[in-house]
Nanobody
Framework: QVQLVESGGGLVQAGDSLRLSCAVSGRPLNTYGLGWFRRPPGQDRAFVAGILWSGSGTDIDESVRGRFTIAIDNAKNTLYLQMNNLRPEDTGIYYC????????????????WGQGTQVVVSS
């Protein structure tokens, strides 16, 4: 069993930065994939970035590539999403999740989810 708690969301202006954190409890294995998803208003959840618990195998969606980075601190059992040069279209609820087999790109591949943290980017 894995529990996830996101934090770090907020209201910012376009061009600002935020760092989201996801505290992971339980006993993840190195083969587990951790992903960040976001749900824009009125839309489905979509993949943003992912990384293996071992710290390798990162993937970044092309919509945020060059602006967002994903990292993991195994000593702190914490996953991060650094978001720079934020745009209004980045607005949404951001979730972290665990895929026990891979870094998947689809929500159904992820078994464990946090409650989400809200990010609002004003223009």
């Amino acid at each position: 069993q894995v529990q996830l708690v996101e934090s770090g969301g907020g209201l910012v202006q376009a061009g600002d930065s935020l760092r989201l954190s996801c505290a992971v409890s339980g006993r993840p294995l190195n083969t587990y994939g951790l992903g960040w998803f976001r749900r824009p208003p009125g839309q489905d959840r979509a993949f943003v970035a992912g990384i293996l618990w071992s710290g390798s195998g990162t993937d970044i969606d092309e919509s945020v590539r060059g602006r967002f980075t994903i990292a993991i601190d195994n000593a702190k059992n914490t996953l991060y999403l650094q978001m720079n040069n934020l745009r209004p279209e980045d607005t949404g609820i951001y979730y972290c999740a665990v895929d026990r087999e891979r870094v998947g790109f689809l929500p159904f591949q992820y078994e464990f989810w946090g409650q989400g943290t809200q990010v609002v980017v004003s223009s």
